[in-house]
Every structure is written in structure tokens, then in C-alpha cells.
């Protein structure tokens, strides 16, 4: 889990994600949506892809993609997310690893 490890330290949000991935754009498109900027790491594009879905797995992704670090902290993956945003609690997550300051809710 070195690897994961390393590329979540100090960044507000990582989403790990495949090129090919309808769900994982779909993720990435909403956490942009509140002016986020994630790291994102297309797994089908990296030399070390499959180690890194490895330790994903091994955390307890399933699936292995999208997988979601705010704060450094593994949230889940995508029913989590949308879970999150449906009960008004992903905003909040963003504020407190800075990944945003201000949002207006419209």
C-alpha cells in the first residue's frame, strides 16, 4: 500500500480512476463541478496500473476504480460519493481538506 500511500500524501484529492471508465468520469465531472482540482491517476494509462488497482483492492475498493482520497483519507468509491453529495456531506469533506474554500449552493 506504499505506492497508494505515497501518491495521496499531501494532495486534498485523488481520485484513481480508468480512461475507459463512464463512472469514474462521472465522479471526476461532479467533484469538478464544486471547483475542486483532483489529482486524478488514469490506472489503464500508468506502467504500474495494475500494482496500484492491486493495493485498491487490497483496501477495499470494489471495484477497484473510482476510488476517492479526500483529505488523504480513502471515502470509497462511487455510491459512496454520490451518497455523500445526495445527503449534502461531500461539500463539507472538500471544505475541510481544502480542496475547496467557498461554495454557494444555487
Partial sequence: MAIVTSLVAEKP???FS????CISH???T???SFGANPTVYEL???SNGQ???RE???LGCQPSVPAVF???EFIGGSNKIMSLHLRNELVTLLMNAKAIWIWKQK
Fill in 30 to 32: 461532479l467533484i469538478c
Fill in 44 to 46: 489503464d494509462q500508468m
Fill in 56 to 58: 485498491l483492492l487490497q
Fill in 13 to 15: 484529492v485523488v481520485i
Fill in 70 to 72: 479526500i483529505g488523504q
Fill in 18 to 21: 480508468k480512461s475507459t471508465c
Fill in 51 to 53: 500494482q496500484i488497482e
Fill in 26 to 28: 462521472s465522479i471526476k
